[in-house]
C-alpha cells in the first residue's frame, strides 16, 4: 500500500492500541482490555478465547489471580496494511510480575495482532502471541 496522510493517521490509530493494551493492562482492567477486541476477536495464548466476552472473563481471572498488580510493556516492531481497513501488527512485549525479576524466563513474547477498522475505530480481531525465546525484534 502506498504512504499517505491517511494510513499515516491510521498507523498512529493502530499504534494507540497497544497503549490502550498496555494501560488496561496496567489498571488490571479486564473491561478496558476486552474493549480493544471486536465482538468476535479470537485470542491465542496459553488458552484459545473467542469474543469480547470469554476474553474479558479470562482477563479478569487473571488480574484477581496470577496477573494481579502486573503490568506489560509492548513494543510495535511492525505494522502493515493489508487493506484499508485491516492491519497487520507485529510487537514484542513482557509481563512485569511485582517481586519477579524483569529477566525471568518466561514472561516475554512476540504477538501478532490483526486489526480491523469499524465505526468504532481500529479493534483487535485475533491476537496470538508466542514465548521468546530471544529478545531480537
Known sequence: MVEDARTGTDEKAVRAVVDGVMDAWAANDADAFASLFDTDASLI?????????????FMGQGFEGPYKGSSVVVEPLDVRFVRDDVALL??????QIPGVPPEAPDLAFFATCTLVRGDDGWLIAAY?????????G
Open 45 to 57: 495464548g496459553d488458552t484459545y478465547m473467542r469474543g469480547r466476552e470469554g476474553i474479558r472473563a
Open 128 to 136: 496470538q502471541n508466542s514465548k521468546a525465546t530471544s529478545e531480537d
Open 90 to 95: 507485529v510487537t514484542k512485549g513482557r509481563v
